[in-house]
């Protein structure tokens, strides 16, 4: 197949399941086309069926904002027609959704085909704005194919937006392969002593996160234990978590290692990943986590109970729970036996269910489903 893809090629969730989705498809002799303002990160190293196309936005002094929407759909117009693409695979409907149906209609064909996934805020945030809304529904039910990363998210979408159109659940994936924890000693040492637990997020900082709440778990968990907190990412939050990391006298076991891209060599030093969020809908970072046997205390929103296995691969609890979240780290990470059997049921959840030689069948046979 042909396939486009546009994203967005920043740090988010949506953008590394697109890039990832996308290298897996051309190893399996696809021609993959990413179409966005930027390189997506994930997009490293060389490949003879990846192809990498940029939306160049043209400033005017008339224009007060960039107008990525139309240059995106002009550039989708432009690659359809020399690459001959089947389908187009828009990641995060806004506005990637609408720039595709917008390509197909100044192209007058059927031929090309939509498929939308939705991520998350798309649908639980900012499509919910009245500026947004009649778009994004609009966007949605114009797609041939529409997939959700959980099934929190495809309940979400058919109640906020009033939308009947089939939505099929295709959770995210992570190669296990890749993802696998490894002994990193050294750099297991340079982040806490041998006695000492290390608890780790990883996450963009945004208040969704509720990182604060990690430092706050963190500290009741440090009157009990030795541990180290790690904290990966940088965002807007970043600068108030330090103050109460300070304020709450934990500052010197807290770790602030900023953005990072090499993630298996931390995630393999960590005993414990921390997702408190306000809002979710799957959580790929804990993922990436569990496939490095590392359990989970998260709270209890969206996709989450999809992803967490409360009792098994690690706890759940209501959000700002911060006491619970605490308790249940402290037992868990106190009982040996029972963590050995946490660890290895994460690692185990992660392989059965959300590898990526399965997701990515999914994907196909949907495509071409779609492509009939
Ligand atoms: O919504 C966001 O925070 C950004 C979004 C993205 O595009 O990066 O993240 C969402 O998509 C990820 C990949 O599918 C999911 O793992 C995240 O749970 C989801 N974030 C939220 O729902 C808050």
């Known amino acids: ?124 945030l900012v499509g919910l704005e009245p500026s947004f809304l009649p778009v994004m529904k609009f966007s949605i039910e114009q797609s041939d194919g529409v997939t959700a990363v959980s099934a929190f998210l495809r309940e979400k979408t058919k109640t906020n937006y009033s939308i009947n ?37 990883v996450s963009n900082f945004r208040p969704v996160k509720r990182v604060p709440d990690v430092v706050r778990i963190f500290a009741e968990v440090r009157k009990k234990m030795r541990a180290k907190l790690v904290l990966v990412g940088d965002g807007p939050d970043r600068s108030s978590c330090e ?10 076991d807290v770790r602030f290692l900023g953005k990072q891209l090499e993630l298996v060599c931390l995630l393999s030093c960590a005993d414990l990943f921390l997702i408190p969020s306000q809002s979710e809908s799957f959580g790929l970072s804990a993922l990436e986590a569990m496939a490095c046997n590392v359990p989970v205390i998260s709270s209890s929103v969206g996709g989450l109970p999809e992803l967490v296995s409360h009792g098994e691969t690690g706890y759940i609890a209501e959000i700002g729970d911060i006491d619970r979240m605490a308790k249940y780290a402290v037992e868990l990470l106190n009982n040996r036996q029972r963590y050995a059997l946490f660890a290895a049921a994460s690692r185990a ?23 009939g």
Request: aromatic share 10%.
């Open 1 to 124: 197949m042909n396939i486009g893809i546009s994203c967005y090629p920043t740090y988010g969730g949506s953008g590394v399941v697109a890039s990832e989705l996308g290298k897996a498809l051309a190893e399996k002799g696809h021609r993959i086309h990413f179409i966005s303002y930027a390189m997506p990160i994930r997009l490293d190293g060389y490949s003879e069926n990846i192809f990498y196309h940029e939306v160049e936005i043209a400033s005017y002094p008339l224009f007060d904002f960039p107008l990525y929407t139309p240059a995106l759909a002009s550039k989708i117009v432009e690659v359809t027609k020399f690459e001959k693409l089947d389908l187009i695979h828009a990641h995060y409907a806004i506005p990637h959704a609408t720039s595709a149906f917008l390509a197909r209609e100044i192209l007058g064909t059927k031929d090309l085909k939509i498929v939308t996934t939705l991520h998350g805020t798309d649908i639980t």
């Open 349 to 371: 959840r992660a392989v059965e269910i959300f590898d990526a030689r399965k997701i990515v069948g999914d994907y196909i046979r949907y495509y071409e489903e779609v492509l």
């Open 165 to 201: 159109k089939d939505i099929r659940v295709i959770p995210n994936f992570i190669d296990t392969e890749k993802y696998i924890r490894t002994r990193k000693p050294e750099i297991r040492r340079s982040l806490a002593a041998d006695d000492e637990k290390i608890l780790i997020h």
């Open 243 to 252: 103050q109460i990391a300070r304020d709450l006298g934990v500052w010197d």
